[in-house]
């Protein structure tokens, strides 16, 4: 009887370790996976806000981001940064945390001390340490996090008083970096005037972005990112 007890605890603890494991999300860095050049890089640059320490709206956008079945073409790199509580498991709002993206997972590639997203010195450090290490034949950036428009800007840091990119700040973090972007994309509220893209105009290609206010699940990443992934020899031009 004692036997059959221990046998049974046993059974029971493996199935309690194999759930809890079901639940991870992020793992360790996977450098086999780097490889060389890809046609495609695809930088995020997410800064979280109180839209996700309240309701949890930029967890979503990663578990979208990771829905995408992603082909050796392309590496989608996020950074997450400036909101007091993040929702997906080991994402901490004390650290600034790179993550490279996989099917259902994000493979952590660096971690450092929280830095505020809405300084330019910050989005200048992540461009320049993505494209160095992720080289590939054409680049992306997507800027995402609460949007003001012209005047107010984007990306407001909940740990720094809700600090913001202005439109000088974002086109001196693009050009101090020196990456000229294929695409660069807003998912932000109100980022689609004129006075922005003709600012934007010296950092990339092409610019995507929403003139109205828009919701935390209107940007179409799982889209987006599955069609570059099926089909690397696009350019933005096509793209677009």
Request: proline share 1%.
């Amino acid at each position: 009887m004692k036997r059959v007890t221990l046998i049974i605890t046993a059974v029971l603890t493996v199935l309690m370790l194999t759930a809890c494991s079901s639940n991870k999300v992020v793992y360790e860095s996977n450098t086999e996976s780097q490889g060389g050049n890809k046609a495609w890089t695809v930088l995020i640059y997410m800064c979280g806000g109180d839209d996700e320490s309240v309701n949890g709206d930029y967890s979503k956008k990663l578990d979208e981001i990771m829905n995408v079945n992603y082909s050796d073409n392309i590496n989608v790199i996020v950074q997450t940064g400036g909101s007091s509580k993040w929702h997906t498991k080991n994402i901490y709002s004390d650290y600034c945390q790179r993550f490279k993206v996989g099917k259902n997972k994000l493979y952590l590639e660096d971690q450092s001390m929280a830095a505020n997203m809405g300084d330019y010195n910050t989005l200048a450090n992540f461009i320049s340490w993505g494209t160095s290490k992720y080289k590939a034949n054409h680049y992306m950036l997507i800027l995402s996090g609460a949007g003001g428009g012209l005047i107010n800007g984007m990306a407001y840091d909940e740990l720094n008083g809700n600090y913001s990119l202005n439109l000088e700040e974002i086109s001196y973090g693009i050009s101090a970096a020196g990456v000229n972007f294929d695409m660069l994309s807003f998912d932000s509220s109100l980022m689609g005037s004129l006075e922005i893209a003709a600012e934007m105009s010296m950092c990339a290609d092409y610019m995507t972005a929403p003139q109205d206010v828009i919701g935390n699940d209107e940007w179409n990443y799982e889209y987006v990112l599955q069609y570059l992934s099926d089909n690397p020899s696009t350019d933005s031009q096509r793209y677009r």
